[in-house]
């Protein structure tokens, strides 16, 4: 972000105002529909206006020479750019009227193109008359701008990293070896996220334990790097640079320090349960780790499992462990840490499809979802690898694929699609038919999306080398026969426009990605905002895809959309730099157009604190009396709250109730319009 | 030909696609716009997946598939939709289903009103309307009916009631008044045998 300096020269503020308007045709996009020089001449008889000039591209060098010599030359001390929006080029011209030494904050824009060229183009004469009262409000405004200086905050070099799947394991180990302390806080007893549950990754077929375990324990070893697992975040507040964060451990039951992975208590608890991590198929114990890979190896105690404290009689892990880790009397702890940066990598759910849904997921055995079949195929896996249906153990000969199960769905409001389930099937479908050729495998599909690096030619390669068959069809109706467990599958063949009846062993669900549960409470204790499909939303779709509407705070992975892996180890890559940005300048640079509060007005009935979509303002006690207090850092100038105050108690700088109303006199005042005319 | 296609689709023989290239000739652009502008809001969003079809009740016994009709109709292949616009029992199923959230019977009804304006009328729907015009029902029990009914044991229908004959006059303003009787050719009076 190109800020000026701290140091702002406070002229103009209180003299006279000399204005110069600069009307910019920005090529054909406003000069061909509004007739610039008409509304140039129009501005020059406002009162206060010094200098009135129409430039084909105000943002060009050419344009800014002429911005700056006007002010030299003529001593002008406020200037309106009626061009384009603020959002595009207000940085230009506000570092274009500094360097020739005007407070930047004497520069305002009119937009003629997002809000009258564009939006007008088929009445050009109207649109003239629009430019030329948008500039007139403008010039009006202008005369009640105050300099402004932007705020200075210190930046905490500490990055706190939410998440430990593969995107948060690669934004926290980026993060570290550039030298800052990084803590990597999960709620699991081990990190790795569900890569760690994958067998292999599409397109190419590496086995994603194999490359995730690696940078597991290059996490473990990082020594700027602390891993908080079996941890969750139950409080954040501060702002960019100063972040206070509420970190509670959940007790293990087992004193990490002590504990060495042995294993010894495992083979000794009495209690099987089924393994979360093996989706519900494989059994662990009451004491366990959830994979032989997990990081860090240590052991955890199920507390609602665990005979001991459910308070019956057992101890056998105690009395196991030579290292005497267990303590049953382990309680949460809570940790307070003061971080700079926050990087959000909470990942994605997986849908769960309905009961008596049309898939008959809950009534029938043979039909699961894909996580599932991830865990039946995978080497270490509750089957070792091999592939058998839940009924009968048996191994399927005749599998389906069902696509778009909790994806694209808007009966289900869930419109987006999840970008992976058709690679992933296809990726399965693969190893299905590597394991034994002889399975015949059909995937019914609405569309398929293969858009990604080496996605095409794995559709490809399944169809030639495999001769998995694509039934292009959304099924209708699964019926189970009771005996066999098989199931029928109705759908019509969109392709052959006939209904198709086929009979299959096993059938798996593709289900789609959906906002983790895990993300929900953070959103909440940063007021995050989200997009329509429940992630968390990026503050631009294409060119900042990763920052967040709060400063400081950035999102990566699966918690902004679903994504495939090399895309989220990208976006952490890009968390990671720009966390690292922030943390070297070790200042961040707060722009000053705030709300402020006039506390003789403020009554403390704290409507802005409801409204504020940043968190940026709350009630404090000053001497008896509740007022409401800006977080500056934290307040974005969004002007919410000074719509939303029944006291006309806060003012949003450079936008006051003032000079909004005195835009809304010039806007009235159609006899001044007609001006030179 | 089933019963069914016998009873809905006969006398409507649509003209059909023979051609091996369907060119601009045979499309009418316009279509998707009337479809619209009848009640079948939902026409151009169709995504083809086929749920519609694999639910349909109809489609399972007949030559009629319900996501082939939309895609006629998104393509402009009036023609095409001639005779299946009338089999559509308007059960509803395709729009519990379908995962657009979309409502195909609408799709339906709007191609029947735009058949009945271009005077595109199967028998059995001016059977129906005629029926309604001079007796007050759609389907008007005839002996045979009757005598299947003693048969089966079943009672007697119910008598009309004395006022009987005011509602039928009502129905009758309405049919005049909305202009019914015009658009689809009815008096009332047409012999309604079979």
Redesign the interface.
Known sequence: MAMPNAELKDNGGGTEPKIGVFVCHCGTNIGGVVDCEKVAKAASTIEGVAVSKDLKYACSDLGQDEIQKAIKEEGLNRIVVASCSPRLHEFTFRNCVEEAGLNPYFMIMVNLREQCSWVHMKEPEDATAKASDLIRMGVERSKLLSSLSPREVAVEPTCLVIGAGIAGIQAALDVAQKGFKTYLVEKEPSIGGHMAQLDKTFPTGDCAICILAPKMVEASRQKNLEILAYSEVVDIDGYVGNFNVKVRMKPRYVDEEKCVGCGVCTEKCPVKVPNEFDVGFGMRKAIYVPFPQAVPLKYTIDAENCRQLQGKKCGACAKACINDAIDYEQQPRDLDLKVGTIIIATGFDTYIPMKKGVYSYWESENVITAMELERLINAAGPTGGHLIRPSDKTEPKRIAFIQCVGSRNHKLGIQHCSRVCCMYAMKNAQIIKEHDPETDIAIYYNDIRAFGKGFEELYHRIRMDYGVEFIRGRPARLTTDPETGNITIRAEETLLAKITERDFDLVVLSVGLLPSQGTMPIQKMLSLPTSPDGFLQELHPKLRPIETAIDGVFICGCAQGPKDIPDSVAQAKATASEASTLMIRSKHVVEPLTASINDELCVGCGLCTDVCPYGAIELQDKDGQIKAVVTEALCHGCGTCAAACPQRAIDQLQFSNRQIMSEISAALSHEKAAGGE | MSEVEKVFISGLHEKLIEDKVIDESQLDPDFRKEIIKFGGKDVMTC?????C???CPI??KIEY?T??TIKYCQFGMKNATLSTRWVCATCYRCYE?????LNPAEVMIALRHIGIREGIIPPFVKRAASNLMGHGLTVRPDESILKEREKIGLPELPQSKPDWESVKEEVVTIIKTTKYDRLLGIRGDEDVSE
């Open positions: 995504l083809q997946c086929g749920n079809t694999g639910v489609s399972l598939k996501r082939t289903h379908c995962p657009a959230d």
